[in-house]
Structures are given as C-alpha cells and as structure tokens.
C-alpha cells in the first residue's frame, strides 16, 4: 500500500501542474524564455553534478534563444538548493538539478525541507555517470567471482568506502552485499575524493565511485566490473555487473532537471525538448563521455515514472540492509 501511494501521490502532482499555475504565466508561455533561466544545482563547483548540468543545460539555453545563468548554492546533501526552488516563483525561468539520491534515497532515511513527490515537477534526465567499482590492488582476486569467493571467506574483513551516508556510492555497495551474499563493512567518508585516496593507499578495498574510473585506466586499481547500464568507454573490457548477474537491483546514478510546482506544462515541456536536442549532438555526447558520464535523456513522463520506480525500489534496499543515519 506504501509502494502504491507513493506513485499514486507523484502522478498526481505531476499531472496537476496545469491546474495550481498562474493565469499571468499561462498567458506568457508562448514567448517563453524572454530573460536568462536559471538553473540551481545543489551542489559545489566541479563535481559530475555541476559538471554534466553545465554540458547540458548551456546548449539546451542557446537551442531555447537565451543564456543560462548556473547558481551553485551546496550544502546538506542538495537540501538547501532544493528548498529554495520549491519556494520559488513557478514562472519558468528557475529551474533544479536533481541526482538521484535526492529525489529516490534520501527521502527514505531522513526528513527532508522537500518533498520530492509534491514539490517538483521532472522535467528530463539529462545525464548518468559511470560507476567503476574499484578494487585495491592489495586484494587477492583477479575477477568478480574470485572477489565474491575471497569476500565469502572474509566476512567483515573487506571495508568498502563511499562519499557519505545516504549515498548512491553506498547503496551500490550494499546492493552488492545483498545479491552476491557478502558481507563488506560500509565505511562512509566526506566526499569521495578522500575515499577514492584511502582506496589507493589500501586503507579500504572497494569503493563503487565516478572518482575510480582514471585510476581504473591507469591501472591503479583493479575492476572488474561497471556499475551501469553500459560498459565505460575508457575500458570496454571489463564488463558491467548486470553482464555478470549482479546489479539489478536499485537504479543509476542519473542527473536530472525539475521545476517547481505550478511551472506550466507547456515550459516544461519545451524545456524537456531543448535538454532532449542537446544530449543528441555530438559535442555534447564527447564533452559527457570525456567527463565520465554519458547522456541518458529522458523526456518529462518517462523521467517521472524512472523517479517513482527507483524510489521504490531504493526504498527495499534501505529496509532489507536496514541502513540508518
């Protein structure tokens, strides 16, 4: 019954924009954008978030005939950035970055100033990193089912690091705990830099992370598998985990762009188009691939079934490894 209102709740939010928008914004659509569009992303400079949004978004402003002014306000796991859309005019011009923790995870585990369901309307996903699970050359095994055998046989003695509690960078480890009958110990850190430096110098042995992937190529670590739909360019030899048996429960670690409640459907949907005609060009496929990440646009609808589907699906994670902050 959880599991159905959830959905029920977020589809009709959705589908209710069109009613809660203001009469002066409906009469102003059709020349939509006049003036620059702001687009708030929640967290600091020159991470994937920021860095795919920029990619994205910069292009989807020129398609749209206007710039794009990216207001980084970081802070409390997206929280913050988050509460100031929600309070915002719905006129069109201000606009959020949302990851997938934000809108799927979170919400799970700790009260949250937003709700993910109520306050926002998906516009597109834009964007989805590449997961290397990372390995520290210290550990005896050559593959993924040498790790699962070495990891069976050293219950608790394998720590696995991520950027934080409540993490997509943690879920994929517990996930991993689950579906390959291990039991790894979480070890969460302030960001997934300082993880991805106590991996290299063996303080941990596995650490599922964006930041692995130039360490994984130079052959600084081991990997033998991609946590994500595809294989990761940079190495087409090592498979992804879902080729493996492994990874299927839970989602990707997607980047995605919503509005707040009360935005017109037909901004919304223009907005969605332009994301949509910007992750198709070339360029911008190269400048996500260099960066890491790769482009996985979805349009509004099928972004907002993706939030309500992972969201439940994160949620049975959270219960069955009875993680807690």
């Given at each position: 019954?959880?599991?159905?209102?959830?959905?029920?709740r977020f589809l009709l939010s959705a589908s209710g924009a069109s009613v809660m928008a203001a009469p002066a914004i409906l009469s102003a659509q059709g020349a939509w954008p006049t003036r620059q569009?702001?687009?708030?992303?929640?967290?600091?400079?020159?991470?994937?978030?920021?860095?795919?949004?920029?990619?994205?978004?910069?292009?989807?402003?020129?398609?749209?005939?206007?710039?794009?002014?990216?207001?980084?306000?970081?802070?409390?796991?997206?929280?913050?950035?988050?509460?100031?859309?929600?309070?915002?005019?719905?006129?069109?011009?201000?606009?959020?970055?949302?990851?997938?923790?934000?809108?799927?995870?979170?919400?799970?585990?700790?009260?949250?100033?937003?709700?993910?369901?109520?306050?926002?309307?998906?516009?597109?996903?834009?964007?989805?990193?590449?997961?290397?699970?990372?390995?520290?050359p210290k550990v005896p095994s050559n593959s993924l089912q040498e790790f699962i055998t070495y990891a069976k046989a050293n219950p608790g003695k394998i720590n696995f690091g991520s950027a934080g509690?409540?993490?997509?960078?943690?879920?994929?480890?517990?996930?991993?705990?689950?579906?390959?009958?291990?039991?790894?110990?979480?070890?969460?850190?302030?960001?997934?830099?300082?993880?991805?430096?106590?991996?290299?110098?063996?303080?941990?042995?596995?650490?599922?992370?964006?930041?692995?992937?130039?360490?994984?190529?130079?052959?600084?670590?081991?990997?033998?598998?991609?946590?994500?739909?595809?294989?990761?360019?940079?190495?087409?030899?090592?498979?992804?985990?879902?080729?493996?048996?492994?990874?299927?429960?839970?989602?990707?670690?997607?980047?995605?762009?919503?509005?707040?409640?009360?935005?017109?459907?037909?901004?919304?949907?223009?907005?969605?188009?332009?994301?949509?005609?910007?992750?198709?060009?070339p360029d911008i496929n190269e400048k996500l691939v260099a960066s890491g990440n790769y482009p996985s646009y979805l349009e509004a609808l099928a972004f907002r079934e993706t939030i309500v589907r992972?969201?439940?699906?994160?949620?049975?994670?959270?219960?069955?490894?009875?993680?807690?902050?």
């Open positions: 019954m959880a599991r159905q209102g959830l959905r029920r569009v702001r687009v708030v992303i929640p967290y600091p400079p020159g991470g994937p978030s920021d860095v795919t949004t920029r990619i994205v978004l910069e292009r989807a402003g020129s398609l749209l005939g206007q710039s794009i002014l990216f207001d980084n306000k970081g802070g409390a796991s997206g929280a913050i950035g988050a509460e100031h859309v929600k309070n915002s005019v719905p006129d069109g011009y201000t606009f959020l970055m949302v990851t997938t923790a934000m809108v799927c995870i979170t919400q799970h585990l700790q009260p949250l100033p937003y709700d993910p369901a109520a306050d926002f309307i998906p516009v597109a996903r834009h964007a989805t990193s590449w997961i290397g699970m990372g390995i520290s509690l409540a993490t997509i960078t943690q879920l994929y480890g517990e996930i991993f705990n689950i579906e390959a009958g291990v039991k790894m110990v979480h070890v969460p850190y302030k960001g997934s830099a300082p993880a991805t430096n106590d991996l290299l110098s063996g303080e941990i042995q596995v650490q599922f992370d964006p930041t692995t992937l130039p360490h994984i190529a130079a052959g600084r670590l081991k990997c033998f598998a991609i946590a994500s739909d595809k294989r990761w360019p940079g190495r087409l030899d090592i498979p992804t985990l879902k080729e493996q048996g492994y990874g299927k429960m839970g989602g990707d670690a997607w980047y995605g762009i919503v509005a707040p409640k009360g935005t017109a459907p037909e901004i919304v949907n223009r907005m969605s188009r332009a994301i949509g005609e910007a992750t198709a060009m992972e969201a439940q699906s994160f949620g049975e994670i959270i219960r069955k490894a009875d993680i807690k902050i």
